[in-house]
C-alpha cells in the first residue's frame, strides 16, 4: 500500500502498477494488511512520518537523512525507541559486496588492528542547485554516505573532523553556499584515521572506493567497469567507462538492503541500519561545516 | 499469454503472476492480443512450434538449438522464411556488453583484418546424465554457443572443424558417448583461425572469454569478478569468485536480447540473430563430431 | 672517482670494482678527468659538501634532503645558484615511469584543471630507531617525497598544510618523539586539494600510489604486483603480493634518475629536480609538524 | 673468457669489457680458470661445440635449439651424457616467475589434475626473411618455446599435434615457406590438452601468457604492462601498452636462468632444464610442419 506525503508522483506509479494506494496516512498505518512501512518521502516530512509510524508498532524503514536538525533527529529517534519499533536507516551502500568485503576484512581480524580508512565518492554530475539550497549542502547530503561508510568498516565512533573544501566545479555551486570538492581527515575512537574525499563531479563516472588499511593487510572496493572488454592497440590499452551512476553501480545493495530489511521486519535482531547509524552522520557532517568555516579540527 | 507445450510447470508460474494461460496452442497463435511469439520450450517441440507459429505471420524468437537434426531444422526455416515471418534465435551471448564490444572493435576495424580468434567457455559444473543423452553433446549442447561467438565476432562463415576431446571431469560423462573437456580449431572462409575450449567443469566458476586478434590490436572481454574488492596481506592479493553460472553472469545480456526482440517484432529490419544463425552452429557442431570420431580436420 | 665522506664502506666497494678513491676530497674535485659530482653521503654531510662541489664549477646530483636546517639549505643553494653550477636532487620517483604518466596526463591537459591529488605511501617496515632520531621524522624522511610528488604531479606550490599523526606500528616511534601513521591535506596555490597518507609499516609489502583528479579525469599509477599470475579456485582468486621495498619497486625510476643527470650535466637545460624542489618539501613537511604540535592548518 | 665461433661481434664487445678473448677453441676449453662454458652462437655450430665442451668435462649451457636435426641432436646429447657433463639447455621462459607461479600451482596440486593448457605467445614484429629462411620456420624457431612450456607445466610428454597455420601478416613470409600465424592443439601423456597460439605479429607489443586449468582450478600468467598508470576519461580508461619485446619482457628470467646455471654448474643436482627438454621441442615442431603438410593430427 502507498501513501505519498509529496507531490504525487509514486501515487500514479503505484496505480499503473496495481498497488493500493492509502486515502491518508492513517488508512495506511492502521491497516491490519501491512506490517512494515518505508518512508522514502523528502527530508523535510521524515520526522513526522517517524513519529506517526512508530506509534503504530510497525517496522520502520527510513530513507536518510532522518532531518537535518540534530534536535528534531535526537527526538524523533527517542521517541521511535520508547515506542519499541523495528527501525532501519536506508545507508544502502553497506550492502554493497565489495564494500561489505572490505568491512568483513576488518570484522574477521585479516588486516588486524585498523590504521588508515581512505575514502573516495565522486558523482558524476552535481545536483540542481536548487537542491543543494535545501539539502545541507555537500557534507549533509553526499559526504553522510561515507561517513556513514567509515564508522561500517571501521566499527569505532568518529571523534574528531577536519574538512577543507574547495569551488572548482561550478561557481553556481558556491554562490549557493556549498563546497563541490571537499576532504576530511577524521580521528575515531580507536585511533584509527580515515580520509574522505568527494567531489560532485567526476567526468569519467561514479567513483566510489573504500580502502581498509590496518597492521595486518589492506581491502578495498574498487570501481567496476560498465563492461570487462578491453582493446590493446600499439597505443596502450582502452577499456570500458566506469557505470554512470548509482542506480547501475549500487544495484544489488538496494536488492540485498530490501531483503535485509524484510527479515528484520520479520525476525527482528539488531538493526542492519540502527537509529545511532542514522544519527552519527549528521553530527559529523555538522561538525565538518564548522571545521571549514572555523579553519580548524572539531570535536564531535 | 502463456502456452505450456512441456510438463506445466511454468503454467503455475504464469499463473501466480496472472499472466493468462492459454488452453490450447491455437488460442494462442490466433489471439489478435498477440504481436510476438517466444518458444521457449524443449529442443524437440521446437520444429512444430515454429512451423505452427510461421502460419500465424506473428513475429518468433526461437530458443537454441531449432533441432538436432539439420534437415529438419532446413525444412522449418524455409517455412518460416517462405511465410514472410520475423524470427530471432536464441543465442544471448550475441548481447553481452563485453562480448559485443569485442565484435564491435572488429567491426569498426580497430584490430584491422583478423588472424584468430580464442574462445573460453567453461560451466561450473555439468549438466545431469539424463539432459547429456538427449541433448547432442557437448559440441551441440555447449559449444553451439560459442561457434556462434566465433561467426558473430568475426563475420565470417566456419569453412573447416578439427575437434579434440577428452573425458577428464566425470566418466560417466564418457559412458553417455560425451566428451567434457575439448578444444576445436576452425578455420574462417576469410581465411582467420578459431580456437575453442570448452570444459564441463570449471571448479572456479562460470569462465566466459573471448579474444579477438587482428593485425592492428587485440580485444578480449574478461570474467567479471562476483565483486571487485580485494584483500592485499603478506601473501599476496585475494579476490572474489566469479559468478558462479549463466543467470548471473549473463543477466545482462537476456535484457538486451529481450529489448532487442521487442524492437525487432515491432520495427522490423535485420534479425538481430537470423535463421542462419540458427543452422550454423548445428552444421559445425555435428562437423565437430565426426572430426573426433575420424581424428581429422572436417569440412563444413 | 670516489671519496668517502662516511665511514668508509664506498671506499671498499669502489676499489673492488676498480674505480679509482681519491686520497682527499680536494683530489676529487679539482680532477680534470671529472665533469660531475654525486653526493650521496648521509645528510649532515650535505651542505658542507655541496659548497665545495659549488666551487669546483662541476654539475652536482645531491640526494635529498639537502639539509634539515632550513635556513642551511637557502645559504647552500644560494651558494649553488651564485655559482652557476648545474644541480640536480635526488628525487628518484619523479622518474617512476607510473607516476610520471600521471604528471603527464596533467601536463597534457587530459584532466583539464585539478581538483584532486592522492597519494598513498606507505613501506613495508619501519627503519631502526637510531634513523628516526636523527631523520627529522616522518615527514622529512618519509613524506618529503610525497611532498614533492605532489608538487611535481600538480606544477602547483603548496601554501597550507593540515597534518594530522598517529602511532599505531611500534610504541618506540612514539617515545623517539615522531609517528609512524599519517595524514596530509594540502593546499595547493592554483587552489588543489593533496591528500597524503602515510605508514611506516604496510604488511603486504611497498605501497606507492598517486592518483590525480581533474575537470577532465582521473590518472592513477597502481602498485605493480611482483609478478602477474592469478590462481582461481572455488575460493576466489589468489595473486602475487608487491615488491618488497624500494630497490625493486623503483629500478627504472633510479636508472632513469641518472640517465636523466647525465644529459643534463653534459647539455644543460633545465634541471630535472631543480634546486627549488630541494628546498620546498623540507618547508611543507617542517610546516607539517608545526601543525600536528599546534592542531592547526598552517600556512607554508 | 670468450671464444667467438661466430663473426667475430662478440669478440670486439668482449675486448671493450675488459674480458679475455680465447685464441682458439682449445684455449678456452683447456683453461683451468674455467668451470663452465656457455654455447650462445647461431644454431648450425652448437653440434660441434657441445661435443668439444662434453670432452672438456666442464658444466654446459647450450642455447636451443640444439640443432635442426634430430638425428644430430641424438648423437649430441649421446655424447655429453656418455662424457656425464652436466648440461642445462637455454629455456629461459621457464624461470619467468609468472609463468612459473603456473607450473608451481600445477605441481603443488593446487588446480588438481590437470585437463588443459592455454598458451598464447605473439611476437611484435616478424624477424628477418633471411633468419626465417635458416630458422627451421615457426614451429622450430617460435613455437618450440611454448611446446617446452607445455612440458614445462604439465610436467607430462607430449604425445600427438595438430597444428594449423596461415600467412595472414606478410606473403613474403609464405614465399619462404613459412607460416606467420599458428595454432596447435596437443595431446599429453596423462591426457591434458594443450593449446598453442602463435603469431609473429603483434600490433600491441610482446604477447605471453600461459594458463592452466584442472579439475580444482586455474592459473594464468598475465601481460605485464610497461606501466601501471591508467587514464579514465568520459571515454573509458586508458592504459599502458605492453614491453616491446623480450629483452624487456623476460629480464628477470634472464637473470634467474644464469643464477639457476650456476648453482647447478658449481652443487650439481638436477639440470634446471635437461637434455630431454633440448629435444622433445624439436620432435613435436617437426611433427607441427607434418601435420600442417599432411592436414592430420600426428604422433610424436
Redesign the interface.
Known amino acids: 500500500m502507498v501513501y505519498d506525503a509529496d507531490v504525487g508522483a509514486s501515487k500514479h506509479v503505484a496505480g499503473a502498477l496495481g498497488v493500493p494506494v492509502a486515502a491518508s496516512l492513517g488508512e495506511l498505518l492502521n491497516s491490519d494488511a501491512i506490517d512494515a512501512v518505508a518512508i522514502c518521502t523528502s527530508t523535510d516530512t521524515h520526522v513526522g512520518l517517524l513519529v506517526a509510524a512508530a506509534a503504530s508498532g510497525k517496522a520502520i524503514f527510513c530513507e536518510k537523512p532522518i532531518s537535518l536538525d540534530l534536535a528534531e533527529v535526537d527526538q524523533a529517534l527517542d521517541t521511535v525507541a520508547a515506542g519499541g519499533s523495528r527501525l532501519q536507516i536506508g545507508f544502502n551502500r553497506r550492502f554493497?559486496?565489495?564494500?561489505r568485503?572490505?568491512r568483513d576484512?576488518v570484522a574477521a581480524g585479516?588486516?588486524?588492528?585498523l590504521?588508515?580508512v581512505?575514502i573516495?565518492s565522486?558523482d558524476p554530475a552535481p545536483p540542481p542547485i536548487a537542491y543543494i539550497e535545501v539539502s545541507g549542502g555537500i557534507f549533509l547530503d553526499m559526504t553522510s554516505h561515507d561517513i556513514d561508510m567509515a564508522r561500517f568498516v571501521t566499527g569505532s565512533e568518529i571523534v574528531e573532523v577536519?574538512a577543507?573544501g574547495?569551488v572548482?566545479?561550478d561557481p553556481a555551486i558556491g554562490e549557493a553556499g556549498d563546497l563541490d570538492?571537499a576532504?576530511l581527515?577524521m580521528?575515531h575512537e580507536d585511533?584509527?584515521?580515515t580520509?574522505i574525499?568527494n567531489?560532485r563531479?567526476?567526468?569519467?563516472?561514479y567513483?566510489q572506493r573504500v580502502e581498509a588499511?590496518g597492521?595486518?593487510?589492506?581491502?578495498?572496493?574498487?570501481?567496476?567497469?560498465?563492461?570487462?572488454?578491453?582493446?590493446?592497440?600499439?597505443?596502450?590499452?582502452?577499456?570500458?567507462?566506469?557505470p554512470h551512476f548509482f542506480v547501475e553501480r549500487y544495484l544489488p545493495s538496494y536488492i540485498l538492503q530490501w531483503e535485509a530489511f524484510c527479515n528484520y521486519a520479520r525476525s527482528g535482531g539488531p538493526s542492519p541500519v540502527a537509529a545511532a547509524d542514522g544519527r552519527a552522520p549528521l553530527a559529523v557532517g555538522l561538525a565538518a561545516w564548522r571545521s571549514v568555516r572555523e579553519?580548524?579540527?572539531v570535536e564531535v
Open positions: 554493497d559486496p565489495a564494500h568485503a572490505v576484512a585479516t588486516l588486524g588492528s590504521h588508515l581512505r573516495s565522486r577536519y577543507r574547495a572548482r566545479v570538492t576532504v581527515t580521528r585511533g584509527c584515521l580520509v574525499d567531489s563531479r567526476a567526468a569519467y563516472g567513483d588499511f597492521e595486518e593487510g589492506m581491502a578495498m572496493s574498487q570501481n567496476p567497469p560498465a563492461h570487462t572488454a578491453t582493446v590493446l592497440t600499439a597505443r596502450g590499452s582502452h577499456g570500458s567507462a566506469l579553519s580548524r579540527p
